[in-house]
């Protein structure tokens, strides 16, 4: 199985490549500290949205500064790992910032997906729009979150002490 686990440089490259051969980018980006059915569904979705489906992960330093102490649970390494064994994520790109604009300026992607709670005014949408690409919001589904499954696995870990 190829590496999809790319450096920024290493992904602009091969994009520029499939760009000038006709394939549509998508791109989107997340934690994906434990990966869920509400995740897959996103992914699944995204991917219909383009040829290549890329997913800008937010690396252990930008989610311990928006998420907090504890997080993340995963490091990054493993998030990565787990992401690269889907069939419908093409490749990975972790990004320490706390958002992925200066990462999606250099990709340039046709598509970037977003889930409904950030919505189409989201901050990344002057980046891709001005790089001629569209912001596309899909619904979350309901019932599945990280936070939830953490809050959940937290308080039957109180619960037995």
Request: hydrophobic share 40%.
């Given at each position: 199985?190829?590496?999809?686990?790319k450096?920024?440089?290493?992904?602009?490259?091969?994009?520029?490549?499939?760009?000038?051969?006709?394939?549509?980018?998508?791109?989107?980006?997340?934690?994906?500290?434990?990966?869920?059915?509400?995740?897959i569904?996103?992914?699944?979705?995204?991917?219909?949205?383009?040829?290549?489906?890329?997913v800008?992960?937010?690396?252990?330093?930008?989610?311990?500064?928006?998420?907090?102490?504890?997080?993340?649970?995963n490091?990054?390494?493993?998030?990565?790992?787990?992401?690269?064994?889907l069939?419908?994520?093409?490749?990975?790109?972790?990004?320490?910032?706390?958002?992925?604009?200066?990462?999606?300026?250099?990709l340039?992607?046709?598509?970037?997906c977003?889930?409904?709670?950030?919505?189409?005014?989201?901050?990344e949408?002057?980046?891709?729009?001005?790089?001629?690409?569209?912001?596309?919001?899909?619904?979350?589904?309901?019932?599945?979150?990280t936070?939830?499954?953490?809050?959940?696995?937290?308080?039957?870990?109180?619960?037995?002490?």
């Open positions: 199985m190829p590496d999809k686990i450096s920024l440089r290493e992904l602009a490259k091969i994009i520029r490549a499939r760009k000038s051969k006709g394939k549509k980018i998508c791109a989107l980006s997340g934690a994906f500290d434990i990966l869920h059915p509400g995740h569904s996103f992914l699944e979705r995204c991917k219909k949205s383009g040829d290549i489906l890329i800008l992960l937010n690396s252990d330093k930008s989610i311990k500064n928006y998420k907090g102490k504890g997080r993340p649970i490091p990054q390494a493993a998030r990565a790992k787990v992401l690269s064994a069939a419908t994520v093409d490749f990975i790109c972790a990004f320490n910032e706390p958002d992925p604009r200066r990462v999606l300026a250099v340039r992607p046709d598509v970037f977003q889930g409904d709670d950030w919505g189409a005014d989201c901050i949408r002057e980046t891709v729009e001005s790089a001629g690409g569209k912001v596309r919001v899909f619904k979350k589904v309901k019932g599945f979150s936070s939830n499954i953490i809050n959940k696995i937290r308080g039957v870990a109180k619960k037995q002490k």
